[in-house]
């Protein structure tokens, strides 16, 4: 009918209406890339683009909040990239999609950035990015495609070579160009249907967890894993090429090949422990349906001493922070949250269940018979004066755990959660 408007919903917004299936799954897959010197100067080039991209955005919403108390959004930013587009003629050779994605990580930036100061923590304004902290680009589903299994051809760019060492399920939806120092990888994001009903168990066990230093985890069988301490053997390499690049005067070239240096050194820790995750969490999810954790907070487990002040000369007094330094080195070095994240996702696919358990008092109560023991970091064994119970401390905590798990579960539910955990960290908590 002439000079009406149809009111009817686009297809976006019948399809953001729609409720999602709860068995849809995302997982990424993470291959190496092989580009020619050709192909990193362009995607060098781009990250450079994208770089000042976000960094102009930023500086938009600063300067429209300050003069004019107006806060910008995502919506009203990348209305205006066809216009950049017009203006700045090298914007044309960047996928459109891609410099949206600049546009939404801002905003994902501002939305943690409000969401830190609702909740009263540390808020952590949107900072500029340099050249040394813009290392990826996103392409959406249409940008890029997999040919002939060795090749990735991106928009904008052309044919990479890539090493598709595995297999990949589900639509493709994403695809991460990455630099990592020298390297370059592809990371791309598969939705897929997750089939409940094929999931099954082989094992019915229960298991808790102590995660620790001295040793990485202590099972409640008395099973223990050693703790490989990848940062610690390569500290005397890591400090040396730190030295090294404050040596090096700011912008030249040996300072950059200083830098590239000592990611080497970082990516060979990082790799060497991501891989000991992977392998000690695929055993843990295979032995056992319930895998049974403490809902750590790590930040605060990390967090630096209070200073002490003399209240009468001002002077400051001991307040163990250089040995908490170091237990704090240690605690991230073990990397305790990603292990947990990936037991959450192994355990999913195979039809199992990681819980958490409130952390305290774990250590000091027995396992035995629920007395309360203190007992300090230095005191490696527990000893029981009412039940007579010798074992390891951790050993203890991790009964302690599994215990904790047992008295919380609902009755008549077996030995299954009634809330099993999901990919998207939606962990049970009891």
């Known amino acids: 009918m002439t000079g009406t408007q149809d009111s009817s919903p686009s297809k976006k917004e019948k399809k953001a209406r729609e409720p999602k299936d709860p068995n849809l799954r995302c997982k990424a897959y993470k291959f190496r890339l092989y580009p020619t010197k ?4 362009k995607l060098e080039w781009m990250l450079r683009r994208c770089k000042e991209l976000y960094n102009a955005a930023l500086q938009e919403r600063r300067d429209a909040y300050r003069m004019c108390g107006v806060s910008v959004s995502y919506r009203m930013q990348a209305d205006q990239l066809p216009a950049i587009k017009q203006l700045r003629e090298e914007y044309q050779d960047i996928h459109s999609q891609v410099l949206q994605d600049v546009l939404k990580r801002l905003d994902k930036a501002f939305a943690a950035f409000f969401r830190r100061v609702i909740n009263s923590e540390t808020p952590g304004f949107p900072r500029y990015k340099s050249g040394d902290r813009y290392h990826s680009i996103t392409y959406p589903q249409g940008g890029f495609e997999i040919l002939y299994g060795t090749r990735l051809h991106l928009s904008k760019i052309g044919h990479i070579k890539i090493k598709l060492h595995r297999a990949m399920k589900g639509k ?22 997750h089939d409940a009903s094929m999931t099954f168990h ?27 301490r990848h940062a610690r053997e390569e500290e005397a390499k890591i400090a040396a090429a730190h030295r090294t690049i404050h040596r090096r005067k700011k912008g030249s070239h040996r300072r950059h090949r200083a830098k590239k240096a000592l990611a080497r050194v970082s990516r060979k820790v990082r790799n060497r422990r991501r891989d000991f995750h992977h392998k000690t969490s695929r055993k843990l999810v295979e032995q056992y349906q319930i895998i049974v954790f403490e809902d750590l907070q790590i930040k605060n487990l990390t967090a630096t001493p209070t200073p002490k002040q003399d209240e009468e000369t001002g002077a400051y007094l001991p307040n163990g922070a250089a040995a908490k330094a170091g237990l704090n080195k240690s605690i991230l070095d073990a990397g305790w949250g990603g292990f947990v994240r990936l037991c959450v996702s192994k355990a999913e696919e195979a039809g199992g269940t990681v819980v958490k358990v409130a952390p305290h008092f774990t250590t000091q109560v027995c396992s035995g018979c629920g007395v309360v023991v203190p007992k300090g970091l230095s005191v490696r064994w527990h000893s029981c004066p009412e039940c007579g119970a010798e074992l390891d401390r951790d050993h203890n905590a991790a009964r302690n755990i599994l215990h904790r798990y047992q008295q919380a579960k609902p009755i008549g539910a077996g030995s299954v959660p009634q809330k099993p955990v999901s990919l998207r960290g939606e962990e049970l908590i009891l």
């Open 202 to 228: 082989l094992s019915l066990e229960e298991v808790g967890v102590d995660l620790g230093v001295k040793v990485f985890a202590m099972l409640s069988t008395g099973e223990a894993i050693e703790n490989p």
């Open 172 to 193: 493709f939806k994403t695809c991460t160009v990455k630099r990592e120092g020298e390297q370059w990888y592809a990371i791309v994001t598969c939705e897929y249907l």
């Open 38 to 41: 050709k192909q990193v100067g």
